[in-house]
C-alpha cells in the first residue's frame, strides 16, 4: 500500500504540498514560455494556439489541485497518480509545441518522476515513469517527422534511462523512510504505552509519592499521598500550606542532609507516615521526590508474618504433642478395661479420654489450618448448591426432630468460590446451628438461604436458626481463635470458617435475628461479566 493513504503521517502530505507547489512553478513556466515575448522571437512556438490553451489549461490544473492539497488531510493514491499523469502528458504537449524548450521540460519532469517514486506504490510509479519515458519518445518522433533535427531519440533515451534510475534511487529512499517512520511511529507507542503503565502504577502505589521543586510547589501527587495528607483541594499546591510538618522536614533534609525517620501524622485522622526524599535526578537539585511510608502497612506486613511464623511453630508442636497424646489416650482405655477400678477411678479415666479428645480436636483444626490448600474457585449456583448440600447433610446425619431447610432465590444466585471450601465452612455453621440454635427443650429449626444482597447486589448464603441468639459482648469475639463458651468446644470452628471465607474473597459476618435467633451470614463475590456489546 502506498503512503498516501487515508492515514497519511504529516511528512508525507507535506512532501505532497511541496509536490504541488512544484507543479505550479511548472505551469508557470510554460505560461511564460507560451505567452511571453521570448515565444516569438528566441524559442517560436511549432502550434502557438495549442502551447497557449495547454499552458494555460494545466496551470489553472496545477492552482486547483494546490487549493484541494491544503483543505484535504487524507490524500488519496489515484488522485495522485492523475495528476502525475497530467503532468507527463502536458509536458508532452509543451515540448512538441515549444521545440525549442523541449530539453529543460524533460529536465523539469524528473522531479514529478521522483516524487511518484516516493508517494505511489512500485506499479503505479513504474506506470508514471514509463509514460514519462515514452512520451520523451514520441516527442522525439514528431520533432523528426516534422525535419527539425534538433531533438533526437538518443536524446529521449538517454532521458528515459535517467527517469528509472531516478524512480529506482528514490523509491529506495522512500521505502527506507517509511521503515523509519514505522519504527518511529511503533517507538513511540511504545513509550506512550509505558508512559501509562507508569503513571497508573504510581497513582495506585500504597506508598504516598509526591513532586516538589524548590519552591515548595507540588507538581505531582498520587492518590496515596493525597489520602495520607488528609485529603487537600485541588488547587492547593503549596507543600507549607498542606502538610507544614512535612515541609519543615524536606527543608531540614536539603539544608543539613539528614532524615528525621521518626513517624508523624500529617492530618487529622490519616495514619502515620514516615518521610523519605531523594532528588529527581543527581543532577537536579530543584525537584525532589516525596515517598511516603504508611507505618500501618508495615504493621500489618510484620503482623502477616508474625502470624505465619507463629502458625508454622503451632503446627510443629500440634505434631510433637500428638505421639504422647495418643499414649496417654491409649493407657486411659486400657486402664478402663481394668476389672479392679471403683466408679471414682472411671470417672477418673472418663475425664481423661474426654478431654483426650477434645486436645486431639484442637491438633487436627490447628493441622487443617497450616496445611490449607489454596482456593480454587469456581462459578457456583447457589440454588443449586444449596439444595445439593441439604440433601447431602441429611443423608450422612440422622436430624431426628430437628429441621433443615433451604430457602431459595427465584432466580439463578451466580456465586464465585472453591466448592470444598464452602461445604467445610457451611457443614460447620449448619452444625453449631443444631447444637446451639434452639430453644430449652425444643427441636432446632435451621434454614440455609440463598439471595442477593439487592437485586443487583453481592450473592448471599445465610444459616438461621430460632435459638436464643448470642448475646452482643459473645458475638463481638466468635471469630476469634480459641473463643468458646461449650465446655468441650474448641473455639477454632468459626475461626477456621472465617479464615475459608476470606480465602475465597468473601465474607463471614453473625447478623442478630428480630424476635429472637441467630443468623451467619457469607457474602461472595459475583463471576465478572463481560460488558455487553463486546465482540468474542
Known amino acids: 500500500m502506498s503512503a498516501a493513504t487515508a492515514d497519511s503521517p504529516d511528512h508525507i502530505r507535506r512532501e505532497l504540498r511541496v509536490l504541488n507547489i512544484y507543479r505550479v512553478f511548472q505551469a508557470l513556466a510554460y505560461s511564460t514560455l507560451a505567452l511571453s515575448s521570448l515565444a516569438f522571437e528566441w524559442m ?83 506506470f508514471v515513469t514509463a509514460l514519462a519515458t515514452l512520451m520523451m519518445i514520441a516527442q522525439a518522433l514528431f520533432t523528426l517527422q516534422t525535419g527539425d533535427t534538433s531533438p533526437m531519440l538518443l536524446e529521449a533515451g538517454l532521458f528515459g534511462v535517467a527517469y528509472f534510475a531516478t524512480a ?112 529527581l535526578s543527581a543532577h537536579d537539585d530543584s525537584h525532589v521526590l516525596i515517598f511516603l511510608d504508611d507505618t500501618s502497612l508495615v504493621s500489618q506486613r510484620a503482623e502477616q508474618l508474625t502470624l505465619t511464623t507463629l502458625g508454622r511453630l503451632s503446627a510443629s508442636i500440634a505434631h510433637e504433642i500428638r505421639n504422647p497424646l495418643a499414649a496417654i489416650r491409649y493407657s486411659a482405655q486400657l486402664l478402663a478395661e481394668s476389672e479392679g477400678l471403683n466408679a471414682a477411678d472411671q470417672r477418673m479415666v472418663e475425664i481423661i479420654n474426654n478431654h483426650c479428645g477434645r486436645v486431639n480436636e484442637i491438633i487436627e483444626n490447628i493441622l487443617q489450618l497450616s496445611r490449607r490448600e489454596r482456593s480454587r474457585p469456581e462459578s457456583l449456583d447457589l440454588n443449586h448448591w444449596t439444595t445439593r448440600f441439604i440433601d447431602e447433610y441429611k443423608e450422612s446425619n440422622d436430624l431426628g426432630k430437628d429441621s ?16 470444598q471450601h464452602l461445604q467445610q ?42 435459638g436464643p441468639g448470642i448475646p452482643p459482648k459473645v458475638a463481638a469475639q466468635i471469630f476469634e481463635p480459641f473463643f468458646t463458651t461449650h465446655e468441650y468446644g474448641t473455639g477454632l ?23 429472637g435467633g441467630s443468623c451467619f ?9 463481560a460488558p455487553s456489546g463486546t465482540e468474542g
Open 44 to 126: 517560436p512556438l511549432r502550434e502557438p494556439w495549442v502551447a497557449r490553451a495547454s499552458a494555460l489549461a494545466y496551470l489553472l490544473f496545477a492552482l486547483i489541485v494546490l487549493v484541494r492539497s491544503l483543505r484535504d488531510r487524507h490524500p488519496r493514491t489515484r488522485s495522485i497518480s492523475i495528476a502525475l499523469s497530467i503532468d507527463v502528458v502536458a509536458a508532452f504537449l509543451a515540448a512538441v509545441a515549444i521545440p525549442a524548450a523541449h530539453t529543460g521540460i524533460a529536465a523539469m519532469l524528473v522531479i514529478n518522476v521522483g516524487a511518484a517514486a516516493l508517494l505511489l506504490t512500485p506499479r503505479v510509479a513504474g
Open 168 to 279: 529506482a534511487l528514490c523509491y529506495t529512499l522512500g521505502s527506507q523512510m517509511r521503515a523509519s517512520e514505522a519504527l518511529a511511529e511503533q517507538r513511540g507507542t511504545d513509550l506512550a504505552n509505558l508512559a501509562q503503565v507508569n503513571d497508573l502504577i504510581i497513582r495506585r502505589m500504597r506508598t504516598g509519592v509526591l513532586l516538589v521543586d524548590d519552591a515548595n510547589h507540588i507538581h505531582q501527587i498520587n492518590e496515596s499521598a493525597w489520602l495520607l495528607l488528609g485529603n487537600p483541594g485541588i488547587d492547593q499546591r503549596d507543600l507549607g500550606t498542606v502538610a507544614p510538618e512535612l515541609s519543615r522536614r524536606l527543608y531540614h533534609w536539603r539544608t543539613s542532609h539528614e532524615l528525621d525517620t521518626s513517624a508523624v501524622a500529617l492530618a487529622e485522622g490519616v495514619p502515620e507516615v514516615v518521610p523519605r526524599f531523594t532528588r
Open 404 to 419: 433443615l431447610r433451604a430457602l431459595l432465590y427465584p432466580r439463578p444466585v451466580e456465586a464465585l468460590a472453591d466448592p
Open 425 to 466: 465452612v457451611v457443614w460447620n455453621l449448619v452444625q453449631n446451628a443444631l447444637h446451639y440454635g434452639r430453644m430449652p427443650n425444643e427441636p432446632a429449626r435451621v434454614m440455609v438461604v440463598a439471595r442477593l444482597a439487592t437485586d443487583h447486589g453481592p450473592p448471599l448464603l445465610e444459616v438461621t436458626d430460632r
Open 493 to 515: 470452628g468459626l475461626y477456621l470458617a472465617k479464615q475459608m471465607c476470606e480465602a475465597n474473597q468473601a465474607s463471614l459476618e453473625y447478623v442478630p435475628v428480630a424476635g
Open 521 to 529: 451470614r457469607i457474602t461472595l463475590t459475583a463471576p465478572a461479566r
